[in-house]
């Protein structure tokens, strides 16, 4: 069973950084994409940002290109959301997620396994 236990997170004011962590275990990761989707008041959960865990590919949502950064450590078995200049409208609960045979990215619905949510408040 494959476990996603997430970090990180909590209020930073805009134009700040934050670090969020998903620690994942249960089985090898070979095959899998690891994602962060969000989900802000009133809004569906939408994609942010994944990585390919064998192959590092990333892709990102056009709203967060050049600001996250998606990244994993295969001997930690942890991905990570590196979120640079921070805007208001980042504000949202953030999930990491997890599947293999992942076939749109971008879809919530391909994904099996998340983690348990974290707030990301930015405070302008």
């Known amino acids: 069973q494959v476990q996603l236990v997430q970090s990180g997170g909590g209020v930073v004011q805009a134009g ?3 670090r969020l962590s998903c620690a994942a275990s249960g089985r090898t990761f070979s095959g899998y994409v690891m994602a962060w989707f969000r989900q802000a008041p009133g809004k569906e959960r939408e994609f942010v940002a994944g990585i390919w865990w064998s192959s590092g ?3 990102y949502a056009d709203s967060v290109k050049g600001r996250f950064s998606i990244s ?3 001997a930690k078995n942890t991905v990570y959301l590196q979120m640079n200049s921070l805007k208001s ?3 949202a609960v ?5 599947d293999r045979g992942v076939a749109q ?3 919530t619905q ?3 396994y998340w983690g348990q949510g974290t707030q990301i408040t930015v405070s302008s």
């Open 16 to 18: 700040g950084s934050l």
């Open 110 to 112: 391909e994904y099996d």
């Open 72 to 74: 994993r450590d295969n």
């Open 105 to 107: 990215i971008r879809d």
């Open 57 to 59: 590919i990333t892709f």
């Open 94 to 98: 953030y999930y990491c997620a997890a």
């Open 89 to 91: 409208e980042d504000t």
